[in-house]
């Protein structure tokens, strides 16, 4: 999977901008760059220097423009290989003529995500610091990239490494006992060992409990907007997203069908959807619009139910807000700049959640703050004191950890069973493996082609 040849893309985005750059990867780099970089001085470019000199076409001796050249020489590169960097201007037709002049000279066209395949491979970093460039590459919010940077730097592999040093304590101990004592493990030493595996379960499944917030973080949740006609969800969607995109009328069933948008709340991508109101009705196209509200609630991450503060409640808000599981509602009561007849008929129907309901003005911005901050506690759920924490975000990893998981736990079981140590060892390995997955050091290479393949080509 990875060779030593040498390999080119352009390593900015599609079409024209102020800059461009071609990147140049391999044992020949520097070779195949100067055969059409010409600058004053006579010297080669030296390591970790820009140099200002253009680019002369060999088949024509043409000028074809202006351009800086970095190299960065192996191993202290992207790479870890010989790496040149061309910065040119930022035209396609210059960019793909460059390129054309690289791969003429001997480099291919490089493959998705290869120049971070090779600096994994030379163990420039790590395949979950790898995965972070991708995700800092994708993120669309600033906090998005920061909890990506922060795996970048290798945070999340320095946080597993001393639970994979635990577990190898424990094979080294188990061994031991295999090779060197033909009586059963003492009982100290049993507790000991138990007590180990406890501390790192423990610790793994701190780790695993993160991802659910992490997925969310990274992918995004989606936030449904409902209750019945003219209570505000359109004045309230139109708050939240900063612009007036739903239509918003005095009158009731404005909003027929769904409306959907997408914006972020405290950093986390949202899709938000503003749903027809919940009412009984002959009309057959506001009918289909309230089906589809009750299917937005269903798909929904998160359901906003909304009452009108000026308006008593009926046994269909009820009926609508006990609808919704509570670990995936937020009730939020509108038009709290008119006069309140809400609070004591949702007190006498019997519910609690008026006490917790976040009182909001989608007329005056009233409230908004703290119908963000309880949207956010709601999605970061116990790990809201840590949410910038680092995090897992990705599902492959998630998987590795918790098949690490069983495995130390089954680990623990049978220690305590008084299961051959044989069979013990056999599952700390298992579980050693799984949290090797995460940073590539026991993943096949087929495996990891399919990673990769997911990279942008100049990355």
């Known amino acids: 999977m990875y060779s030593n040849d040498t390999i080119a893309a352009i390593s900015t985005p599609p079409g024209r901008g102020g800059i461009g750059i071609v990147r140049i990867s391999g044992p020949t780099s520097l070779q195949l760059a100067t055969s059409f970089f010409r600058s004053q001085s006579t010297d080669q470019p030296q390591p970790n220097r820009a140099q200002f000199g253009r680019i002369v076409d060999p088949d024509n001796r043409e000028f074809l423009d202006e351009v800086i050249l970095t190299f960065f020489k192996s191993p202290h590169s992207y790479t870890g290989e010989d790496l040149v960097e061309i910065s040119c201007h930022g035209s396609p037709i210059i960019l793909s003529r460059l390129l054309e002049m690289t791969i003429e000279r001997g480099a291919r066209i490089a493959e998705p995500g290869e120049f971070t395949l090779r600096a994994f491979y030379n163990k420039r970093i790590d395949l979950a610091q790898a995965l972070a460039v991708r995700d800092v590459i994708n993120a669309q919010t600033l906090y998005q990239a920061r909890v990506a940077v922060k795996q970048l730097e290798g945070e999340l592999s320095s946080r597993i490494s001393p639970s994979k040093d635990a577990i190898v304590e424990v094979i080294v101990q188990l061994e031991s006992s295999v090779e060197f004592v033909e009586d059963d493990i003492s009982p100290e030493t049993l507790s000991s060992l138990s007590q180990k595996l406890r501390e790192i379960i423990k610790t793994i499944e701190s780790i695993a409990a993160s991802f659910t917030f992490g997925r969310l973080v990274k992918e995004?949740?989606?936030?449904?907007?409902?209750?019945?006609?003219?209570?505000?969800?359109?004045?309230?969607?139109?708050?939240?997203?900063?612009?007036?995109?739903?239509?918003?009328?005095?009158?009731?069933?404005?909003?027929?069908?769904?409306?959907?948008?997408?914006a972020s709340i405290k950093g986390i991508p949202v899709r938000l959807i503003d749903t027809a109101g919940i009412r009984n009705t002959i009309d057959p196209v506001e009918t289909l619009g309230i089906g589809r509200t009750r299917t937005a609630i269903a798909d929904a991450d998160i359901s906003l139910v909304v009452f009108d503060a000026s308006s008593p409640i009926n046994h269909s808000d009820i009926e609508l807000f006990t609808s919704v599981p509570e670990a995936r509602r937020i009730l939020a009561i509108n038009k709290i700049d008119l006069s309140s007849a809400v609070n004591n008929d949702f007190a006498n129907n019997g519910s609690e959640a008026v006490e917790t309901a976040v009182r909001i003005s989608a007329l005056t911005g009233e409230g908004f703050d703290s119908l963000v901050e309880r949207i956010f506690e709601r999605l970061s759920g116990d790990n809201a004191t840590e949410r910038d924490d680092i995090m897992l975000t990705d599902a492959r990893?998630?998987?590795?950890?918790?098949?690490?998981?069983?495995?130390?736990?089954s680990a623990l079981e049978l220690l305590q069973q008084g299961e051959l140590e044989e069979i013990i060892l056999l599952k700390l390995r298992g579980a050693l493996s799984a949290l090797g997955e995460i940073t590539g050091e026991t993943l096949t290479e087929d495996i990891l082609g399919q990673i990769f393949s997911t990279f942008c080509i100049g990355k």
Do not use: C, M, W
Request: charged share 25%.
């Open 220 to 262: 995004g949740f989606e936030l449904a907007i409902v209750g019945r006609p003219n209570v505000g969800k359109s004045s309230v969607f139109n708050r939240l997203i900063g612009v007036d995109r739903a239509i918003v009328t005095e009158l009731p069933g404005t909003t027929r069908d769904t409306l959907h948008e997408t």
């Open 397 to 409: 990893q998630y998987a590795a950890v918790s098949k690490a998981l069983e495995f130390l736990e």
